[in-house]
């Protein structure tokens, strides 16, 4: 965390980690070079301490080029701000940012997990688990390959395109506490339980549907 008006030669955020700056123009970031580079499976996180107002960054005219980052309430300055195969978390200024086009499929693995945990997705139903985690774009499946009376955690603000869950083995269930934003359509599966407390937030940008199937 940085507060309170400081300058910093060089800061190095490593993939996995959070940079979070204190909200307000008086405690405005001032760094010569920013090196933000996480990856599929690991983001770095860059936000503002606060969900509401934003945090400055000055770069001293520099160009940041980052990737796999989430960015949320980041009011950039004094430089050209870069983000490639990365998410707008909202409330950002001065930024481009672009999302990773890729169009995926990826199946729940290994049973019970964190989304967050890559070593829980692969790229087929029940195979090897792929080194990278669901972006915006892609879609996810738990079928009776992905573990039997499994429970899937939302430990962190989670993305994916269509969500499906089918052909399940025992009651496998849903939890965690922050938000699943869903770009397209959701479909549930009978035997399955929800205790998950965060919201989903439809995004899609045409038509979608929530199946529910009673559950």
Known sequence: NFEGGSYIDTVSVVAGCELRIQEGVSNELQVYQ??????????????????????????????????YITVEGINGSAGVYNATNSIDQGNNSNWAINENPSNITYYWVNGTGNWSD???WSL????????????????????????????TTVDQIAYCRNM???????????????????????????????????NFVMQAPGAASFTSDGV
């Open 34 to 67: 920013l090196n933000l580079n996480g990856d599929c499976g690991n983001y770095v996180d860059l936000k503002s301490s606060s969900a509401t107002n934003q945090a400055y960054l000055d770069m001293s005219g520099q160009i940041l080029n980052a990737t």
């Open 118 to 120: 890559p070593t829980h």
């Open 124 to 151: 087929t139903s029940g195979g090897a688990a792929d080194a990278c985690i669901p972006g915006p774009n892609d879609d996810v499946v738990f079928d009776n390959a992905s573990g039997a009376n499994f429970t």
């Open 164 to 198: 499906t869950w089918m052909n399940l083995a025992g009651n496998p269930d849903l939890t965690g506490n922050t938000n699943l934003m869903i770009r397209g359509s959701v479909v549930l599966d009978a035997p399955m339980t929800t205790t998950f407390s965060g």
